[in-house]
């Protein structure tokens, strides 16, 4: 089941926030957050497992509220090298589970 | 240390025909996958292993799609008969395994039929 993320896209001026949300229908175990730029891999941001784990990486954070089924990223005062999509992936059943991606949220920051 | 790498980076190849595409991954991670990201599009599963375990397939779109993962390590995706609709960065990604969860993308074969 692929998560599904909303917006799809968001345009932003530099400084300004931004919520990515990424939700299921079914239970999650746990819920991964990547960012890829234009022409490069996926790279990895952070892990959330459940227990509604919140965790902070410099200017962006992220929330996973497992009775929700649901996981947010927050960009706080977003800078210029924000800009990418970002996809979160979920893991339903185990650590050992696979994880599936969801379509991605467009991110472009204005300077 | 060394990353996750993938051959060729760029293949071009005719329709019908059928192409392999390789994946090394980082030395000592057990889980490995294999995605599928069509222009401007999300990372599609194809296929996973993890360890000794039967791999998880669930993702191969049709039977012209196969993998194999060599003594743990290596893996090689085959599209066999490849049509257009086949045309797209196939991405590579390894993990440590159980305990450990990061995946660590390889830089991807884009991969065009003509």
């Known amino acids: 089941q692929q998560p599904v993320q909303s917006p799809q896209a968001v345009i932003l001026r530099e400084g300004e926030d931004a919520v990515i949300n990424c939700s299921s229908s079914?239970?999650?175990?746990?819920v991964h957050w990547y960012r890829q730029k234009h022409g490069e891999a996926p790279v990895f941001l952070m892990i959330l497992l459940k227990g509604g784990e919140q965790k902070g990486h410099e200017k962006i954070s992220a929330s996973f509220n497992e009775k929700k089924q649901q996981s947010s990223l927050y960009l706080t005062a977003s800078q210029l090298s924000y800009s990418g999509t970002y996809f979160c992936?979920?893991?339903?059943?185990?650590?050992?589970?696979?994880?599936?991606f969801g379509k991605g949220t467009r991110l472009h920051i204005l300077p | 240390g060394a990353g996750v790498s993938q051959s060729p980076s760029n293949k071009v190849t005719e329709k019908g025909k059928d192409v392999e595409l390789r994946c090394d991954p980082i030395s000592g991670h057990t889980a490995l996958y294999w995605y599928r990201q069509s222009l401007g599009q999300g990372l599609e599963f194809l296929i996973y292993f993890q360890g000794n375990s039967a791999p998880d397939k669930s993702g191969l779109p049709s039977d012209r799609f196969s993998a194999e993962r060599t003594g743990g390590s290596v893996s090689t995706l085959t599209i066999q008969r490849t049509q257009q609709e086949d045309s797209a960065v196939y991405l590579c990604?390894?993990?440590?395994?159980?305990?450990?969860?990061?995946?660590?993308f390889g830089p991807g074969t884009r991969l065009t039929v003509l």
């Open positions: 079914k239970a999650l175990y746990s």
């Open positions: 992936g979920t893991e339903q059943r185990n650590r050992d589970d696979k994880i599936i």
């Open positions: 990604a390894s993990s440590p395994g159980q305990g450990a969860l990061t995946q660590y």
